[in-house]
């Protein structure tokens, strides 16, 4: 297959513009194109609209602002044999056939041969659109089929037509997990595909036991979102994002397709709900569905399904759910939840029951496996576990002989299932110290083993299969084989204390005698939301100022063994990175970062400096205190891997994964490939500091920032200490430093500040809230 190094995007609507959005995230140009609208003074103008509603959108459909560049906008009358020089045509119009085919036979003449074709269709039949065209057209043809916003939703469907050619289906798999950081599930040509399927099957039966059994809007969205493993979003608030109109298409194309659909009355849309669309309440593009935002203070009101009307936001509360928000495992959480005998247990069993049933039910009609049914789940709505994962993590047999009590028909492959004795639809299958995993495949009533995906290594499954080479609570090391030692945190939220410094120092140790090198990773949520704050401010108030010393000295010397270490430490973050976990990775020899990172020092929002060394790396990295200074100061914060690059979070040679699934995996890479030919350097004592001309300039800023209320009085305090930092201690005129002296002047601000009755009181409130203070 040739390279992809140009795609045109036909059609400029949210979809059309957001892949090409995301193409140009992976730094692949496009051509978009869409109609000519009447009465505009530029022909382009829906193309163009759609290049800047994607630009505008929150959160942000581009990396950077500037991969709009590689974007070229035009229309189907002017532009459309322009697709010749495209290697590969998506097609993004309005779910309509008719359509569809009329612009598809025009590219068949146009396009190059050889040229890839596929349609983001979200569920007219493939078949339906290439019937008729010439047969190399359908050997190029297949649906992709990507979720909205696609830059953050991982999931990918490829759906083969009946002509697609093996070599066109390998290729574009293997493109959009690399390139384009997709989890690829490839997809039978039926009704709505497989997310879409038991996406939509979930919300009606969500919709259809809030009116019977008489839940509020805040009820259900109490229940279906994070305790579940379930995005913020839960139900009615999806609704309002993805919009009750398009909802109504989507699930009013379902009832049409699948006629035979034992659960196809599901698929009718609830009467409150058709009767908020025709008063025109479709969610957040109209101001108004499920919730709406009322007066000057934008306070949330949610709406009465009953009588339509809206009131404020209550909190809904139920005994077993506020136990269950205890609970950190998500499975010991579920079993808890559903075994309650409230309101609460009782939504989601009848909730949970049916989607295990319906998911059973649709094997093998949407797919072979159980597999590619829970990967889409995941992918594709950002749910932990998928249908079976979570019935496994519910316990298979007992939630099936809990439906057998209640007369609940099983479908006969859990029948099959139940009768043979098998306990869970996945195990562990480990063998020589290799994670291997078994599935359990509903047609042959037998386990088979998950293939391996090369390129992504699960840390989880090394450690289950052969355990680790030391651990605290904190933190562990694993052998990950090759001769690379991974330093895992699972601290809550993976902050940064007392075990996970220790940790680093035991896994330098090691590798330097066992390895060739260390990477720093985790599969958390998040890769290190910073130092544990409630143990600082305990420390402050109890003034155990020695202690605290200690503590900070501790952690930056463990970063300084990190950047000094005789082997090289890559380290892999994603996700937020904030405070110590940033500084972790300012001082390792490599990054391989994750697309989506979300980096910055943000000590300054709990009144406080960096101070494990991230002032210092600024400084060395940019040279003029004045970026650092903004930086660290309005605690900046990167929106992508790529603005992280931008602010000087990340250098040059600092390495991005798309997938996020790669990121492990690459890193080791990255560590082995930099081990061939490492030599460790050697502490700076060359460092240039500005002086009191320095600290003079950036106090003016302070006073300019403050003088125009973009800055309080306490902010400005916190300020000239960090300007003291950065001036390298008010010297007189520029002078030459080391690391450990302005180690020390980090050190010595983030004492005297922790002293401060309003820095204790910004730590309080963060730990409160999760928001900063503004004092």
Request: aromatic share 8%.
């Amino acid at each position: 297959m040739k390279l992809i190094q140009r795609v045109a995007v036909l059609g400029a609507g949210t979809m059309g513009a957001r892949i090409a959005s995301h193409f140009a995230n992976a730094g692949i140009p496009s051509l978009l194109l869409d109609i000519v609208l009447p009465g505009k003074p530029s022909r382009n103008a829906a193309a163009l609209a759609g290049i800047e509603a994607a630009a505008k959108q929150k959160p942000g459909a581009f990396y950077t602002p500037e991969a709009a560049g590689i974007i070229t906008p035009g229309n189907f009358d002017d532009n459309l044999p322009e697709i010749r020089s495209c290697d590969w045509v998506i097609e993004a119009v309005t779910e309509n056939l008719d359509i569809k085919r009329t612009l598809l036979a025009k590219v068949a003449v146009m396009r190059a041969p050889g040229t890839i074709i596929s349609t983001n269709t979200s569920g007219i039949p493939l078949a339906s659109i290439s019937d008729g065209f010439e047969r190399e057209f359908r050997q190029h043809f297949l649906g992709t089929h990507f979720f909205n916003p696609p830059r953050y939703l991982h999931l990918l469907e490829m759906i083969p037509g009946a002509d697609t050619s093996p070599q066109v289906l390998d290729f574009v798999r293997d493109f959009c997990d690399r390139r384009l950081g997709k989890g690829v599930v490839a997809c039978k040509d039926t009704p709505n595909f497989i997310a879409n399927r038991i996406g939509t099957f979930f919300g009606s039966t969500v919709h259809k036991i809030t009116v019977e059994d008489d839940y509020t809007i805040e009820e259900v969205d109490a229940l279906t979102g994070p305790p579940i493993g379930l995005p913020k979003s839960a139900s009615y608030r999806l609704l309002d994002i993805v919009g009750l109109d398009v909802w109504a298409l989507v699930t009013k194309n379902l009832h049409d397709l699948a006629p035979h659909d034992p659960w196809r009355e599901r698929f009718v849309l609830q009467p409150f709900l058709a009767e908020m669309i025709q008063r025109g309440w479709l969610g957040e593009k109209r101001g108004q569905g499920c919730y709406k935002r009322v007066g000057k203070g934008a306070e949330i009101w949610v709406i009465d399904w009953k009588t339509l009307e809206y009131h404020a936001a209550r909190r809904a509360s139920f005994p077993s759910l506020d136990a269950a928000k205890n609970v950190e495992d998500l499975g010991e959480r579920l079993r808890m939840l559903l075994s309650a005998q409230d309101r609460a247990g009782q939504f989601l069993w009848k909730l949970f029951s049916d989607l295990f049933l319906y998911s059973a039910s649709m094997v093998p009609e949407i797919s072979d496996r159980v597999v590619e049914i829970d990967r889409a789940m995941r992918w594709g709505y950002a749910n932990k576990l998928g249908p079976f994962e979570l019935w496994d993590a519910l316990g298979f047999e007992d939630t099936a002989r809990r439906m057998e009590r209640e007369q609940r028909p099983l479908p006969e492959n859990v029948q099959r299932m139940l009768a043979s004795g098998v306990k869970s639809f996945y195990r562990p299958a480990d063998r020589g110290g290799c994670p291997h995993t078994e599935y359990f495949d509903l047609a042959a009533s037998g386990y088979k083993q998950l293939e391996q995906r090369p390129g992504v290594l699960s840390l989880s499954g090394v450690k289950r299969a052969r355990g680790v080479v030391a651990k605290n609570a904190g933190a562990s090391l694993v052998d990950i084989g090759d001769g690379v030692l991974c330093l895992e945190v699972h601290s809550k939220m993976n902050s940064i204390g007392q075990d996970q410094v220790s940790m680093i120092h035991t896994g330098l140790d090691e590798t330097a005698r066992n390895f060739q090198a260390m990477i720093i990773a985790n599969e958390g949520e998040n890769f290190s939301v910073g130092a544990n704050l409630m143990l600082v401010l305990l420390s402050a108030q109890e003034g155990e100022w020695d202690e605290l010393n200690a503590a900070i000295n501790a952690f930056q010397q463990a970063n300084m063994a990190l950047k000094y270490a005789p082997k090289p430490v890559v380290a892999a973050p994603f996700g937020m990175t904030l405070g110590g976990g940033s500084e972790i990775v300012l001082h390792a020899a490599r990054v391989q970062a994750a697309a989506e990172l979300y980096i910055g020092m943000v000590e300054t929002g709990v009144g406080v400096i960096p101070a494990g060394g991230g002032c210092k790396e600024m400084l060395l990295r940019l040279g003029d205190a004045k970026q650092p200074f903004e930086l660290i100061g309005y605690a900046k914060v990167s929106t992508s891997a790529e603005d992280a690059r931008n602010l000087g979070l990340l250098r040059d040679g600092d390495v991005i994964s798309m997938n996020p699934e790669r990121l492990i995996a690459d890193a080791k890479a990255q560590a082995l490939a930099l081990a061939q030919s490492y030599i460790p350097g050697t502490p700076r004592r060359d460092i240039k500091v500005g002086g009191d001309a320095t600290y003079a300039l950036l106090k003016l800023g302070l006073y300019m920032a403050h003088e125009g209320n973009y800055i309080t009085d306490y902010d400005n305090v916190v300020g000239e200490k960090l300007a003291y930092v950065l001036s390298g201690g008010r010297a007189t005129g520029e002078q030459t430093v080391s690391e450990q002296y302005l180690l020390d002047l980090e050190r010595e601000a983030f004492l005297s500040l922790c002293g401060q009755a309003k820095t204790q009181q910004r730590m309080q409130h963060m730990l409160k809230t999760g928001k900063p203070l503004r004092n």
